[in-house]
């Protein structure tokens, strides 16, 4: 066991390692090269020693105040053990947008024996009545005789109606809730209202699109997916406790068509914090190592607190020193650092839990934005990823997709870029490639530029750097761009099932422009979720009367929009949407359409 602890459980009938979930099982190794990788821990205790054969190739353990690891013999690789249950909830709250929601009609009246026996079930309880002004069947029921009609219109019962489209379009340009009601003349409780109302029927309608990718109705050809991450900051509510409260997203795009298929944020608003602090109080969750947890994936008030002490006395690496190579470097010191390697959401002291709902551990939304992507995209030729370089993404990403990759069907890469080079820099460094590539063009004149990007990758890919830890081999990326001046690709499931130029052509396609240009407009059209300046002389905190007071607010924007970008917007290239390249729309999308939709029957 080395220097590791058996972990503390709550009793001797806990497993080893917690058990799968609904086919869901993490607990592997998470190196590719390793015979290990997909392969899971035993949740049963190993027999060791001389003559003992029972040893599944792990070691489960703990290191004081850190998190229990499941340990590969093979490789001496290790991660953190999680919560098959955790991941499972977690995938749930995100997709359950996509379960059929079926309307129950029947008699109005509670007193009447026909009361909750839907129309459906024919000429025995109820008759078909004519249709309403606005063209919706009425019905009559044989018991009690009363009258009643299908709602057929979701606006039918609002006073504003029409304001519905207004308020959505200044929603989605930037305007801040105060010029929201001036614009339109409604007072701050309707905007609200309005959000709640809007972001229903988006979600709605973009659940009737998405199950066709579910079902097979719309076939889905090679994928190439950026995923990264954002975050966003919530006002505090209360004077004599100015922390900010801070969201992590995960979204992922598809470079091909720009279809951003998720946006998830690590929180819960549907989860009673007193509920859980009397459940974890009578059950005792706290003291159990987490990944035993019943609330594995809710950051609980004891846990936020201890890690924020941690988090203080940490001497955390700069990040961004300009030299990427450095930056790649220090981005794997700092995940080695961590408590919990595959988390980045360890809060600093001026950050605290929401006071509504519950904030979930980031790499909990992690497993359970990929595991969202492995079902949504089941049908899907092939996937390539290329991945912000974090150990959560990269452990959540190839932990869903572990058989995808083994079988050929899935790839990821690693993709860092150098951010912090100025406007100046940037122009520099596209000039320079662009007088190279005009002197190769005229050199190689019966060959096309992207060939000779090609031939240039292939040198590239013989003096690969090797950084980290994990070894992991780094390709310096030779063509630069504005939106990408420096960057580096890593192949992180390498098979040596592909050609060289198959490969090449992999390095050459690698990017996050996808996923980082969806964010930067998130910034540049949600005036709640813009990116705030923070003040040295007030201890880092942030406050702004343009952010929003309730983190339930940044989910529901972040669903809006995503179903505005990928329906309504159109490129001004080629002028269709997301949607309509991928296949799931034939025009653009009014914003009428999406606040007036109704689920087919």
Sequence with gaps: MGDFFLPTKKSLDIPRVPLPVEGIQVNFCKNMDCGHFGSPASPLEQKRGRGKKSDDGYIIGTKKGQRVRIKCKRCNQYSTLKSNQGIFEELSRLSNYLDPIEELLCCTDENCSNSGKSVHLGKKYYQKFGKTETGAPRYRCKACGKTFSANTKPTSRQRVAHKNKTIFKLLMNKEPFSRICEVAEITMPTVYRKINFIHAQCMAFVAERERKLLDGVIPLPKLYLASDRQEYIVNWTNTFDKRNVILKSIGTADMGSGYVFGMHVNYDPDIDPQFIRDQVEENGDEEIDMPYREFSRIWLDADHAAASRSRAKRNDEPIGLGELNIDIALRYQEALQRDEIEASDDPEPHIRLPYSGMQIHEEYTMYGHFFFLKKILSRAEKIRFFLDQDSGIRAACLSAFSEDVMSGRCDAFYVRINKDLTIHQKQRLVAKYKRDMDEQM????????????????????????????????????????????????????????????????????????????????????????????????????????????????????????????????????????????????????????????????
């Design 442 to 601: 005229h050199i190689y004149p019966y060959l096309t530029a992207k060939s000779i990007r090609l031939l240039r990758i292939m040198e590239e890919m013989s003096r690969l750097k090797t950084i980290g830890k994990w070894e992991d081999r780094w390709l310096e990326y030779p063509f630069p761009d504005m939106s990408e001046p420096e960057k580096a690709v890593c192949y992180l499931t390498n098979r040596n099932d592909l050609e060289e130029q198959q490969l090449a052509n992999l390095y050459h396609m690698a990017s996050l422009h996808a996923i980082d240009s969806y964010f930067n407009q998130i910034r540049a059209r949600l005036n709640p979720l813009d990116r705030p300046k923070r003040s040295k002389s007030n201890q880092n905190r942030i406050w702004s009367g343009y952010q929003p007071y309730d983190p339930a607010q940044v989910q529901k924007l972040l669903d809006i929009f995503r179903v505005y970008y990928n329906y309504h917007l159109k490129s001004k290239e080629d002028k269709k949407t997301p949607a309509m390249r991928l296949g799931l729309a034939r025009g653009p999308i009014t914003v009428d359409e999406i606040v007036n939709f109704r689920s087919s029957p």
